[in-house]
């Protein structure tokens, strides 16, 4: 007869006694070291009570007293070492391995009758799918899988379950949680409404505001509840009442704040602001109706209003007429940008500036400026009302685009002209343009075989694309940074300081020192100023407080040092960095490729 090894495992009786809270609990350790006890539990593992033992008073912790190894005491012992558990534990206690593993918990309160199975006590935190009480162990409150996600060891779930897979660069919903990002234990607890219907937490927030409203005002709560659902409801109904007042009403509220085009970004922070009842503030707000939809700018005024009736100040910079309008003071600057700017032409009322001759802002308030092309338009290739026959020379053609409120449809859209995408904040232009037009085209880049293009398009919410096939590349412009780096500088981006470097670096002088392109750059030792590298600035770390920077004393803030003196024309490299985009035109007029990059 075989015989199987086995491995002993020591258990241990544990009763818990600080669920997440804050604080340094001395006292409490060394009131357990005065009763007996030897060791206690901390944020998940095993601790030796010792003298002066305290915690971070600043970080919540879990916090479990060790009673016994279960497999050592025998059983009247353990039954009264349970009892003496529960007492402490407040009616719960959690077994768990010699490596501090829980293996289960055990309640007088919690347990389901129909399995046996029993839970902790409930608190805010397992409703957060950012924290580690409530996140969905497999994504950790993603709600989907991402390809980074694979092979990382803080996703272990992941690997086990997706493997390999292959996953776009959206990803796919979590197998555990199907995109609910909260633990299944999380997601088993439901509201149930009068009327019967249940709904979880994940599916509460999938509701519009007001569909939010209507179910908890609904909701079938026992004494206790309905006294809890009095204080928190008004508080919840104002919140949501704001996001009808600045227009959001049509968004359901666990929408991915990086799917919110800039003008729903902007109502919400401006929600926020409302929500907040502040008075005697000073608002800062950089041109707030870039995007905005003529109806939602009305809005976005009517928000400003609001702000500024509870005797708050608002500092706007804007450049759009109705704003400038509804204002009660404008600073004009000008004349022009740049060095031909920081003048200012006038201050007053929208009425006094409007009729100062100085002011270029004040013509367009009160006349308005023409368009040299208004009323000349460019004849459009020849359309047909079936898409499929339009020539894919002068049409792109989008079949059925669907992806969140995009409902489908047939889009034709001419090539070799300007294209302008309106409607109101959140109609779906950005996603139809960023999100799905963009990903759609690059795929099928010079493909013109169709069984090939759908097959390319597999994964994307749409039927099919036509007339895709003679674009050489899509390139997107946007908002974003330029660079990401106090080294990145418009000259760089746009490629015309190669030029230049490389052009310093043909000089008859840089020639007979052995100097090339490459010594005339601010990120290499011995042309970059040394005491900065070539940065300009210089970071000052302060403690408690965010970091400062200074101009560098030794370049001031040229970023240049050593042989990167050489001039050309009395100029050096410094100095034609320190040139504005026309001067730099005029600077290398002999020069036709500097020249059109500067221009």
């Not at 839970?119 to 969905?136: I, M, T, V």
């Not at 088993?188 to 409203?213: C, D, H, I, M, W």
């Not at 706007?316 to 204002?327: G, I, L, Y």
């Not at 100023?529 to 965010?546: D, N, Q, R, V």
Request: some cysteine; charged content about 25%.
């Amino acid at each position: 007869m075989r015989k199987h090894a086995t491995r002993h495992v020591d258990i241990r009786l544990l009763a818990p006694v600080v669920r997440g809270r804050k604080g340094s609990y001395s006292a409490l350790f060394a009131k357990l070291r005065d009763d007996g006890y030897k060791a206690v539990r901390i944020d998940g593992k095993y601790v030796a009570l010792q003298r002066n033992l305290a915690t971070d008073r600043f970080v919540e912790h879990d916090i479990e007293v060790v009673f016994s190894s279960l497999t050592e005491d025998g059983l009247e012992s353990l039954l009264q070492r349970v009892d003496a558990a529960l007492r402490m534990g407040r009616g719960a206690v959690m077994i768990a391995d010699q490596d501090a593993h829980p293996i289960a918990w055990f309640s007088t309160e919690r347990t389901d009758p129909a399995t046996g199975e029993s839970y902790p006590e409930l608190d805010p935190k397992h409703f957060s799918w950012n924290s580690a009480k409530g996140w969905c162990p497999c994504c950790r409150g993603h709600g989907r899988i991402y390809p980074w996600m694979l092979g990382n060891a803080d996703y272990p779930e992941v690997s086990k379950k997706l493997k390999q897979q292959t996953l776009g660069e959206d990803g796919v919903d979590c197998p555990d949680c199907g995109g609910q990002r909260l633990s299944a234990q999380s997601r088993a607890v439901r509201l149930t409404s009068k009327q019967g219907e249940t709904k979880n937490l994940p599916e509460l927030l999938a509701l519009t505001p007001e569909r939010v409203l209507e179910f908890l005002q609904t909701v079938a709560t026992d004494a206790r509840g309905s006294r809890i659902l009095q204080e928190v409801l008004p508080e919840i109904s104002e919140r949501l009442a704001l996001m009808r007042e600045v227009g959001l009403e049509y968004l359901s509220l666990d929408r991915s704040t990086n799917t919110l085009s800039g003008g729903e970004a902007q109502r919400i922070r401006l929600a926020a602001q409302l929500g907040s009842n502040l008075s005697g503030v000073l608002y800062v707000l950089d041109e707030p109706s870039i995007g905005l939809h003529a109806r939602d700018n009305d809005r976005l005024l009517q928000s400003l209003a609001r702000l500024r009736a509870k005797n708050n100040t608002l500092l706007v910079v804007e450049h759009d007429p109705e704003t400038m309008r509804a204002a009660d003071w404008i600073i004009d600057l000008g004349p022009g940008a740049g060095k031909f700017g920081g003048e200012l032409l006038a201050c007053g009322t929208p009425e006094a500036i409007a009729q100062d001759p100085k002011s270029l802002t004040g013509i367009s308030l009160r006349t308005g400026l023409k368009h040299p092309m208004r009323g000349s338009y460019r004849a459009l290739p020849k359309a047909t009302k079936n898409a499929a026959r339009c020539n894919p020379a002068h049409w792109l053609v989008v079949e059925q685009p669907k992806l969140r409120n995009l409902k489908g449809g047939i889009l034709t859209l001419p090539k070799g002209r300007l294209i302008v995408v309106c409607g109101i904040s959140g109609a779906g232009k950005s996603t139809l343009i960023r999100d799905l037009l963009k990903p759609a085209v690059e795929r099928v880049l010079g493909v013109e075989e169709q069984d090939e293009v759908r097959s390319r398009l597999q994964g994307l919410p749409l039927r099919n694309l036509r007339g895709a096939a003679d674009f050489d590349k899509v390139i997107e412009v946007d908002q974003d940074p330029i660079g990401k780096t106090p080294r990145s500088t418009p000259a760089t981006y746009i490629g015309v300081f190669d030029l230049v470097r490389r052009y310093f670096g043909s000089l008859p002088e840089a020639g007979i020192r052995g100097f090339d392109a490459g010594s005339f750059s601010f990120n290499t030792h011995g042309g970059r100023c040394e005491t900065c590298k070539g940065a300009g600035i210089l970071k000052l770390e302060m403690s408690f407080m965010p970091d400062s920077y200074i101009t560098c004393e030794d370049c001031g803030g040229r970023r240049y040092g050593g042989y990167a003196g050489h001039r050309m024309e009395s100029k050096t490299i410094a100095d034609v960095l320190d040139m504005s985009f026309a001067e730099a035109a005029e600077f290398f007029a002999f020069h036709s490729r500097i020249q059109a990059l500067a221009h």
